[in-house]
């Protein structure tokens, strides 16, 4: 086994983080994390740390479950890997059926693939094919929402609109329209945001082929938390002026929000969801982009006529990513884990009332077990702290000194621990931010 000075050594020379900027990335030594054990990561000489941001929000159950683990042993056995061009395999068949019974009413067919990013690109030029194939040539653009996140390829990155990640690439990107950012916290925004969306639509809808939307928490924007009814609103008016919705539960779904998908929480049926992080429990990469009857059918003909959906990965519908998925699918209803996000969630925003009376608070976001606690440097102006403090950055390092492991979105500290996590955790998670908090907004005072 390697050490950590050779591990870092290894790293320094040869690894490009994401996301990271890397001339300051030695400044400070690389945590090595070799291990993980239920809701807590171990480095590598052996000290633990809570996992609250689930792994970069995949973990359902924890880290090395058992139920999951034996699944994937089992598949490993029985077969690694099969394409599915041309052939099928058992786990594949078995988890898009469960798929089709999870997820609301409206979607019953699966396409599989790696990534959030892939699931979103996929919906994309599945809404895209489908209005082509119905005849509508003119319905080449989409729809999408101030600040949303959609994931880093070229189609996803076009919908996406946070400016920092985004802005560079837009000679790139194709067109969209952009509607102001609902946030239940800000009065107003949502009523916006609709007077927007009835404008495009009323002007465009005939080149508009969806409305991409993250449901209920546009995550990567930093936890922000649409209104109630908001989500229901503006997926109506999308349908009624002959506009596909696509729902985009990378974040969202299995559970994070209180509800297994977000769209339920308002009732909403998209024609087309986008799925992944914690589809396999957090375990292996597995995605899945979720499609109507109707769109399904419109691809339907004859082999010349050619109106296959052209796209596919080798490693789409993995088997052993599958095997994880169908445990993790399973064990989230023998378990019944929604049971413990609601007492969880509970709990968390108790902890979250605490915490915004500190004096560098100034919102506190949450929907489920997603939460943004977001720092300024003046709270009753609100002023933010110059980007080249990195409070946000500081923050999680303060926690991490306790033992802690937390990832900011700017200056908004991001808490979004397993869904399996216990009351003591929570506790545990939310006296260390707090304390995290207090320390380096101090010592950045
Ligand atoms: C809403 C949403 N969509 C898509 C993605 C992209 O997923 P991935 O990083 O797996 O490509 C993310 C990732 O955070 C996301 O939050």
């Known amino acids: 086994m390697s050490n950590a000075a050779e591990i870092v050594q290894k790293d320094l020379a040869c690894l490009w983080h994401p996301f990271t900027q890397q001339k300051i990335w030695p400044s400070e030594p690389p945590l090595v994390i070799s291990g993980g054990q239920g809701n807590w990561l171990v480095d590598i000489d052996g000290k633990r740390y809570f996992d609250g941001v689930s792994s970069l929000w995949v973990t359902v159950h924890g880290h090395g479950e058992p139920a999951i683990n034996q699944a994937i042993k089992e598949q490993v056995e029985a077969l690694d890997h099969s394409t599915m061009l041309g052939l099928t395999h058992p786990k594949a068949a078995l988890l898009a059926a469960e798929l089709a019974r999870l997820t609301p009413p409206s979607l019953s067919r699966v396409f599989f693939s790696e990534s959030g990013s892939t699931a979103v690109e996929i919906a994309l030029k599945i809404a895209y094919q489908y209005w082509q194939l119905k005849g509508q040539s003119k319905k080449r653009t989409f729809v999408s929402l101030a600040e949303a996140y959609h994931g ?254 937390i990832r900011p979105l700017g200056d908004t500290v991001v808490l979004m621990p397993p869904l399996s996590s216990s009351e003591q955790e929570i506790a545990f998670l939310l006296e260390v931010v707090g304390q995290a908090i207090v320390e380096a907004t101090e010592e950045g005072a």
Do not use: W
């Open 152 to 405: 880093d390829t070229i189609g996803a990155v076009s919908i996406g609109g946070i400016e920092l990640f985004h802005e560079v690439y837009r000679p790139l990107l194709f067109a969209k329209h952009t509607i102001a950012q609902p946030n239940k916290n800000k009065p107003g925004s949502a009523e916006r945001s609709v007077a927007d969306l009835a404008r495009v639509l009323a002007e465009h809808a005939e080149e508009i082929c969806a409305l991409v939307i993250e449901p209920r928490v546009q995550g990567a924007a930093g936890m922000i938390i649409q209104p109630d009814g908001y989500l229901s609103t503006v997926c109506r008016m999308a349908h009624e002026a002959g506009v596909l919705v696509v729902a985009d539960e990378v974040a969202t779904g299995f559970g994070r929000t209180g509800a297994m998908f977000a769209c339920q929480l308002e009732g909403v049926c998209p024609d087309l969801m986008a799925l992944g992080k914690g589809l396999t429990g957090g375990v292996l990469p597995l995605a899945a982009t979720m499609a109507s009857e109707e769109i399904y059918e419109a691809f339907l003909g004859e082999f010349d006529e050619f109106r296959h959906f052209f796209h596919g990965h080798t490693y789409t519908g993995n088997p052993i990513a599958c095997a994880a998925a169908l445990a993790n699918l399973a064990l989230m209803q023998s378990r019944d884990i929604l049971a413990n996000v609601a007492a969880r969630a509970a709990q968390l925003a108790r902890g979250l009332a605490e915490l915004a009376r500190l004096d560098h608070v100034v919102d506190v976001r949450q929907q489920g077990m997603m939460c943004g606690v977001e720092l300024a440097a003046d709270k009753a102006s609100g002023l933010a702290y110059a980007p080249g403090r990195r409070m946000g950055h500081q923050v999680i390092m303060a926690a991490r000194r306790r033992g802690v492991i």
